[in-house]
């Protein structure tokens, strides 16, 4: 906020919102409480343990029924019945799923990615698309400055220097590549000018761009040094002036062109996303009025701009440079003479920002920085979609989308184009579809206005191998139309999406599956493009580095900012590296965390059912597992696999097709859950039985007299089911311990290897042959010395080790998932639960859509309920002329007339008058082929003999510009 210094009068502020309803404070509140990650996986999870709650309360009441049964102690009951439900639902359970957390988050830091929501680490293995910002992100974060291109308003004829020819509109110049070049004209003062620099430490400071153009043009900027409260006597606080060098060139002219050399910064309107531009107000010294230069987007300069000041050939020059990649920036000005000191510092903006003249175009070098290339082909090759979505213009967004790679040279681009119509509310704006390369390559290089006339000498910075490319382009474009037409990626600005979304609703969803650059598009507009790709079932990805991007990047399921901006600080994710390629690592980390996650939830639920059918069996005889045996299950073997169970790094070769699933509530991990705690029900009952029927077997008798520090629940049946239980444990954390293609193999995770190996030691030589002390610490009955039963739960141990292998390689792996749901998921495309398969799916078995039209062109793709009323009354004249001349009998009605929707998809009759409007829009619009005959009726039933009487009624009077039925093609 500025002021100025009025004397000792107080200044007076009006707040309108303080803490967290500012938009800074949203944001640091938005951080501070963030909103809970909707992922399936911990969704899942709760159902999940809500199921094991149930299976504890069902072994909860089995128990009370049989201890009553044996008649124990009241004490004994609720303590042994409630300890069933700590064992079932495991409170070790978060902080296993946290150590995994750690493990992934240490890791990044360790690639400089800092992450300060751990909980979207597992949340970036599911990611499948990924939006990006273009500059600073794709493409690097200085620009420079190519050049100019002034306009040339007079040309020279002969070689009398006073000769001039006065053209009706001014065009564009030859391009200046050097400042020392350049005219001081009102285009060097609006470079000189219009900027939010500033200077400290007597360093200039501000925007890259402004910096660029301020120090390529070559003037200095000089700010007072004085006190605030002696700033009111100054007019013009900053003020700019060339340096010396460049002054002496200005001074020569300076009489010619009207310019001072020195001009005097009044007033800044700074730069707005949602309004495209910035402006300056400035005063040069000794004129005696005031200046306005604006500065923008080529389209919004040029909307605000005096008609007869745009030159003629502004769409082409423009197109020809986005086109290259290059960024440009418009420059406007305006003089102000009716305005005194005191207005301009109470004026706004809007009622300044109109009727400029237009000045010229800077050009801008935004180059691709060398890793985004590599990182899109690894994320295509990965089969993880990669839009483009940007503030900055359309052609300058495909030019860099098709360098990346991120569109294919074969692939064709599809710009959607519309027309916002604000004088009345019953038009409707009509969506048109163009190729975005379709274009005759002589419009390259000549005005599409009058190409006697301009000759668009700025193009020479299309070198001649340029020009070859541009052509071949061209051929190749021509070969493209005849490729399937269901490969097609969408192309449309912030205006357009806006439009889709308000009026044609029903196109935003195959818009979204398709769109691949998203030009000109506000921070508001990005945010809701994240949250309409998530609505159709995407988990969304968001890279960026600015202010604007801070809303797409909270709503995205990874936001990762790669400045230390205010985007650090609403993305999860913050790289140290300026470049993308900490989107592949944080992908294959999250991959890695996620596999991990499920392993670890699915060996905590294993141990907690298997210990939970031990507990259950010897409740059945009134016994139980010891203290020591409790602990040394659930701190030694447990604690310690969990613990190193995260520790495995993910797999460093490429990203695999398929990323893992998110979801624990479907087919793969339940059946594996249930085959394995099938199996391993099956070995306990099988050692507990084997071991009633040894010869030497003495039933464990309870006794409540026996005291509890000695030999109370020691028994036969107690030991065997201890040490095959112990070996469940071990063989669940190995086959849970799953390695490629997410992860690497469990051999380089040493941690658990060495924890592993010593466990399955400690647990055979207690099954074998312990120390006497260690059998009384353990409380164990052993069998007498007979080794044979010993190795024969050794078997057991190792059956159940195989038959784990077979069912979690053999039938979850490859047959359940690789085979069954693969199969069924390939043949019921349509019938997805994510809407994006089902709209891909639709998509590319329809030939039909969309329809492209000849020319991008939108200047009458409406008409108005009164104009169609008309236009339908002189369909019905012509069809009568037509009944009359040719004695045909052509029935016309309502239902007979097939009408076009949104995009031009066939609807009912029935339909309202927007759909009706937006089909004959473009055949009203234009003007009807000459004949040789005075009657246009003549002409089409001359048509009608040719065609054999055979076509409908749209046919014969609504002349469309593309075949609808075959949208590659033209008519």
Known sequence: MQTRYYGNEKVLAVVLRTGFLTAKGSLVRSIMYPPPVDYKFENDSYIFIAVLTCIAGIGFIYSVFTKVANNEAVRDIIVDSLDLITIVVPPALPAAMTVGRFYAQRRLQKQGIYCISPRAINVSGSIDCVCFDKTGTLTEEGLDLWGIVPLVKTEKVGDTPTTTIITRKPTFGEPIRDAAQMSPDTLMVGMAACHSLTRLDEKLIGDPLDLKMFEWIGWTLEEPSVADNEKFDILAPTIVRPKPEVNANITEKKQQFGIGTEVGIVRQFPFSSSLQRMSVITRTLGDSEYELYCKGSPEMISSLSLQHSIPKNFATILESYTQEGYRVIAVGHKRLPKLNYLKVQRVVREELETELIFLGLIVMENRLKPETTGVMTVLKNAAIRTIMVTGDNMLTAISVAKECGMLEASDKVIVLSTESVTDSKDRVPRVQYTFANKMNPKEMTTSPIDSSVDQSPQMSILSRNNRTKFNNEFVKNIVEVETPSNRYHFALTGHVFGIVRTHYPELLSRLLVRGTVFARMSPEQKQQLVEL???????????????????????????????????????????????????????????????????????????????????????????????????????????????????????????????????????????????????????????????????????????????????????????????????????????????????????????????????????????????????????????????????????????????????????????????????????????????????????????????????????????????????????????????????????????????????????????????????????????????????????????????????????????????????????
Not at 681 to 686: A, D, E, K, M, T
Not at 817 to 841: A, D, F, H, N, W
Request: glycine letters at 6%; proline letters at 6%.
């Open 533 to 971: 790709l998530q609505g159709l079932g995407y988990f969304v990805g968001m890279c960026g580095d600015g202010s604007n991007d801070c809303g797409a990047l909270k709503a995205a399921h990874a936001g990762i900012s790669l400045s230390d901006t205010e985007s650090s600080v609403a993305a999860p994710f913050t790289s140290k590296e300026p470049n993308i390629t900490c989107v592949p690592h944080l992908i294959r980390e999250g991959r890695g965390a996620l596999v991990t996650s499920f392993g670890i939830f699915k060996y905590m639920a294993i141990y907690s059912l298997t210990q939970f059918v031990t507990v259950i069996l010897l409740y059945s005889i009134s016994s139980n597992l010891t203290d020591i045996q409790f602990l040394y299950i659930d701190l030694f073997l447990i604690s310690v696999f969990a613990f190193f169970f995260g520790n495995s790094e993910p797999n460093p070769g490429p990203l695999v097709k398929q990323p893992p699933s998110a979801s624990l509530v479907s087919a793969p991990p339940i059946v594996s859950i249930l085959l394995h705690i099938i199996s391993i029900i099956g070995f306990q009952v099988l050692a507990f039985i084997y071991t009633q029927q040894q010869p030497w077997f003495e039933p464990y008798r309870f006794d409540p007299a026996t005291d509890e520090a000695a030999i109370q629940f020691a028994g036969h049946q107690n030991y065997s089911l201890f040490i095959i239980s112990c070996f469940q444990y071990i063989i669940m954390a190995i086959i849970f311990s799953r390695g490629k293609p997410h992860r690497k193999s469990i051999f380089s995770n040493p941690g658990l290897i060495i924890s592993l190996t010593i466990l399955t030691s400690f647990t055979i030589y207690l099954n074998l042959y312990p120390f006497e002390w260690l059998r009384q610490a353990f409380l164990l009955i052993r069998p007498p010395e007979v080794y044979n039963f010993r190795l024969i739960l050794l078997g057991f141990a190792l059956a159940q080790f195989l038959i784990a292998l077979f069912i979690e390689h053999w039938i979850v792996d490859y047959l359940l998932t690789k085979k069954i749901l693969k199969c069924i998921t390939s043949m019921r495309q349509e019938k997805s639960k994510k809407e994006y398969v089902r709209i891909e799916y639709e998509l590319s078995r329809r030939c039909d859509w969309p329809p492209i039209s000849n020319t991008p062109s939108v200047d009458s793709v409406y008409i108005s309920n009164e104009e169609l009323n008309n236009s339908t009354k002189k369909i019905f004249k012509g069809t009568e002329d037509l009944n009359n001349r040719h004695n045909q009998s052509i029935t016309l009605t309502t239902g007979s007339i097939p009408q076009s929707g949104p995009g031009g998809i066939t609807s009912s009759s029935g339909d309202d008058d927007r759909r009706h409007s937006s089909t004959l829009s473009s055949s009203f619009s234009r003007p009807r082929p000459r004949s040789r005959t005075t009657s246009s009726t003549s002409n089409t039933s001359i048509e009608l003999q040719n065609q054999n009487k055979t076509k409908n009624l749209e046919n014969i009077i609504i002349n469309y510009p593309t075949d609808i039925s075959s949208p590659g093609k033209s008519p």
